[in-house]
T-cell receptor, first 114, second 114 residues
């Protein structure tokens, strides 16, 4: 069964601190993995997209890693800011050309405190 | 970058009425549109997938006669919630897939049925 699990479910950190969010998946055939940031009441915004051959990808203070062997991904946020407070969703795309399917994780709710 | 415009952002309607939500891809042609709903603190749930010019494919448990999807052009898809009831109150989000840009989400529509 295709599944994406994220941890922790929620996280509270102080402004300026770093944090790491985890995503484990059992998806086949794997196509790519995306991390999205979703502010409350808004649509998700893409942070990174990683294919099978990519191990690390950065987008500003966000760095995503992918271990295709263990089927794990992480999103590391450096020097957190209050605006980082949001839900972070891991989405794995499964399938081959023309038959893609999105499998969503349940998200990690991050709250950054001043 | 690819932009998907979703309207309205918020709508309140009376029980029994219908509501139409629009999603437009502004700078690319969306060959496929996805419609999701999201309940508070939960992940996005795929409702249906539509390809331009053809009937939408609905996920199991989603009533196609209640949630009418029209994808008449490569830049516009609409979701109409017919005979809305309070339990249809939710956050609805579209996602568009273009050949060059991958997937882009709309900003979402908060539907409240009173």
């Amino acid at each position: 069964k295709n599944q994406v699990e994220q941890s922790p479910q929620s996280l509270i950190i102080l402004e300026g601190k770093n944090c790491t969010l985890q995503c484990n998946y059992t998806v086949s055939p794997f196509s790519n993995l995306r991390w999205y940031k979703q502010d409350t009441g808004r649509g998700p915004v893409s942070l990174t997209i990683m294919t099978f051959s990519e191990n690390t990808k950065s987008n500003g203070r966000y760095t995503a890693t992918l271990d295709a062997d263990t089927k794990q991904s992480s999103l590391h946020i450096t020097a957190s800011q209050l605006s980082d407070s949001a839900s972070y969703i891991c989405v794995v795309s499964a399938g081959t050309s023309g038959t893609y399917k999105y499998i969503f994780g349940t998200g990690t709710r991050l709250k950054v405190l001043a | 970058g690819a932009v998907v415009s979703q309207h309205p952002s918020r709508v309140i309607c009376k029980s029994g009425t219908s509501v139409k939500i629009e999603c437009r891809s502004l700078d690319f042609q969306a060959t496929t549109m996805f419609w999701y709903r999201q309940f508070p603190k939960q992940s996005l749930m795929l409702m249906a997938t539509s390809n331009e010019g053809s009937k939408a494919t609905y996920e199991q448990g989603v009533e196609k006669d209640k949630f009418l999807i029209n994808h008449a052009s490569l830049t516009l898809s609409t979701l109409t919630v017919t005979s809305a009831h309070p339990e249809d109150s939710s956050f609805y989000i579209c996602s568009a897939r273009g050949t060059a840009y991958g997937y882009t989400f709309g900003s979402g529509t908060r539907l409240t049925v009173v």
